[in-house]
C-alpha cells in the first residue's frame, strides 16, 4: 500500500472512532435524561397518592382518628365522612360510676322520656344535596338518608351534622348523643366525657332543632330528656346505649368497622 493510501485509511479509522465516541456519549446523555424524566415522575406519583390516600378529602373534610385528637373520629372513603364539619377535641369530664342500670328506671329518675320500637320510616338513599325529609320524630330515628359515602363518620362533633348524614348512622347500629347548644359548657363537658368511655360506632354532637336538653337516638328508638340532671341522665343514657346500640336497622353495625369502647360495652370511667 503506498504512503498516501496508508495515511487516508489512518484519516478514516481515526475519523469512525471519533463518530462512534460520539454516538456513545449520544446515548448515555440520552440515558441519563430518561433516568432523570423517570425520577421526577416517581416523585410526583408518591405526592399525588400521599395527597389521595394521606391527606383526606378537602370536600369533606376527611381527617383520620390520630388527627382528631379527643375527638375518636374514624373518617375515610368507606367509614363516612365529616361532610366539612370539625371534630370537638374538647377534654370531657370523667362521669361517675353506674348507679342505675335499669333504663326504664333510670330514664323515670332523670325525667326523661324513652321511646322504643318506632315505626321504621325507610332505608332510601338519597344524594347528598337532597332537602330534609319531614322526619316523624325528633330527633328522626329512621327514613330516607344520605348516600354513601357521606354518611356522618363516628366521632364527637363540634356542629350539628345534616339530618340526612345522622340517619345513615343509625343504620348501620349507631347511637347518636346529642345536647342543645346553649347546654352549660361543664355539662357538655360531662356528656363528652360519658362519650370518652364508648365512643365505638357512635356519634356526640349539639342538636338546636331537638326539643330536648339531651338525648340519644338508634334506628327506631329514642330517649329525649327535657332538662339534664347529672349523673342520672347520664345513667339514663348509658342505659339506652346499652339495650339499644348495635341492633340491625337494615345494615350490621360491623359494615363500617370502628375501634374502641362501645356503649353495649363501655369503659370503666376512670379519674383523671
Known sequence: MAKGERERERLRQERLAAEESQQKSGRN????????????LVVIAVVVIVLVTGG???SNGA??????GGAHVNVNQTMGSSNGIEPDERAGIVPPPVAV??????AK???CVVKLKLKDEGH???????????YETN?????????????????????????????HSLEHGRINFQYAPD????????????YDTMYGAALLYPNAKMPYAVAASSWTNLIGCKTYKGAITLDALRDFGKQTWGKYGGEPVEAFTFTGPTPAEPEEPKAG
Open 63 to 68: 381527617v383520620g382518628e390520630k388527627d382528631a
Open 29 to 40: 446523555r440520552l440515558l441519563l435524561a430518561y433516568g432523570g424524566a423517570a425520577a421526577v
Open 183 to 194: 347546654l352549660p359548657e361543664e355539662e357538655q363537658l360531662e356528656m363528652k366525657g360519658l
Open 101 to 106: 342500670v335499669d333504663l326504664q328506671r333510670a
Open 56 to 58: 383526606g378529602d378537602s
Open 109 to 111: 329518675q332523670a325525667g
Open 124 to 134: 332510601e338513599h338519597i344524594p347528598q344535596s337532597s332537602p330534609e325529609p319531614a
Open 139 to 167: 330527633p328522626p330515628t329512621s327514613g330516607s338518608h344520605v348516600e354513601p359515602p357521606f354518611q356522618q363518620a363516628d366521632g364527637a362533633w363540634a356542629k350539628e351534622p345534616k339530618a340526612i348524614d345522622i340517619v
